[in-house]
């Protein structure tokens, strides 16, 4: 089955060949032509993006500042590098702040939020969410004295109901950390109810959005989220870790970091010199993005319509897959939400899912099994040390792809 062209509901229309030529890796060749089911744990990188890298770090480049043109540049892919991010997350770009990692900005906004805790505060985690959204904030609160509470989630149907954070507040709740999308099954909880509630109780809100933000257009004010956390390597960038906050939110906090280190929001809370060079890849990523449908209009715009032409395409695509699944006998589907990215998890009741992903892989087909460091959630659903088979869907996904992926698991598990 091959379709190239989808159209949408909004009229416009997804070309997949078009996004797919900026792919090299996904070329046929030797090591190369592989079906990517991969994404949840890292995109494939546009050729585009890769070039800004290059192009930046064989330019002139030093730390930034004014004078020099080496210093130019560097500004130049720091102030771009935050104003594309601001306008993929609706966020001020002096709220933009870049690091190592999601996981590393959440350990240090951790550290420091807990500076004003103590043995009277609570702090709310789910059992939903990746341990980066969880481990950070539980170390924090044990060492300041503080109570941590747990919102659950219904294993049966995937759902983390915003009953069950309601259960777990009160007017001693500093804050609330949740998903807005689990990079384990793609549950999609529902975050603005849940930041009305935290709010009302009078906590603040962090909101992982890893997984989210390559699937689904990003509002950080319709969500609520007083902080959101996302990795552009999840999205078609390279690796580092974006978080953002309102500056009126980061102002008061007071991270550690050197002396001579900028006082200035969002500068403070950046330790070291910039990888300038995946700034600009980053800007190369959002711009990429906001060009899959091309069209033209304020970079913000073209992200929107973009962003829900891919959610219609990659939806088309995830039926295609859940209906195999479903309609193959032993397979256990836990990717059951009503709301959900294209992320379906599934175990077997006569296979080891490694088996499975090992029978893929030989078919140059790459769909990875384990628990994705969803530990509490790997171990609410049963999942045992093996974990479950994870198919995860991207922009670069086609009809090829399923196909392949298909065949390859009717061998391997069964099925028409």
Known sequence: MTDTVSPTSTGTSYDVARVRAHFPQLREGEGLGAAHFDGPGGMQTPDVVAQAVYDTLTAPLA????VTS?????SLALTEGRAAIADLLQVAADGVVFGRSMTQLTMDLARTLAQGWG??????????????????????????????????????????????????LSDRTRLVAV???????????????????????????????VHHTAHVAVDMAALGADYFACSPYKF????????????????????????????????????????????????????????????????????LVSLA????????????VEDFLVSTPG??????????????????????????RRHLAARNVNAPAGSFY????????????????RIGLAPYTDDHDVDRLLEALAESVGGA
């Open 63 to 66: 730390n930034d500042d004014t």
């Open 70 to 74: 080496a210093e130019r540049n560097a």
């Open 119 to 168: 043995p009277h505060d609570e702090v709310v985690v789910s059992r939903l969410d990746h341990d980066a959204n969880v481990r950070p904030w539980t170390i924090a609160a044990e060492r300041a004295g503080a109570t941590v509470r747990w919102a659950d989630f219904d294993p049966e149907t995937g759902e983390l109901d915003v009953e069950q954070v309601a259960a777990v």
């Open 179 to 209: 998903t807005a999308a689990s990079n384990l099954i793609g549950t999609r909880p529902d975050v603005p109810a849940i930041a009305e509630l935290v709010h009302a109780a009078g906590g603040q809100l962090y909101v992982d959005g």
């Open 236 to 303: 078609l960038g390279p690796h580092c870790g974006v978080l953002a906050a309102r500056p009126e939110v980061l102002e008061p906090l007071r991270p550690d970091k050197l002396a001579p280190a900028s006082d200035g929001v969002p500068e403070r809370f950046e330790l070291g010199t910039p990888a300038y060079e995946l700034l600009a890849g980053v800007t190369a990523a959002v711009d990429f993005l906001a060009d899959l449908v091309p069209g033209k209009g304020p970079r913000r715009e073209r992200l």
């Open 309 to 320: 032409a891919v959610e219609e395409h990659e939806d088309r695509l995830r039926r295609r």
């Open 331 to 356: 397979v256990v589907l836990h990717s059951r939400a009503a709301r959900r990215t294209p992320t379906l998890l599934a175990t077997f009741a006569d296979h080891d899912p490694q088996d499975v």
């Open 374 to 389: 969803a530990y509490e959630a790997a171990r609410r659903l049963g999942l045992g040390t093996t974990g479950g088979l």
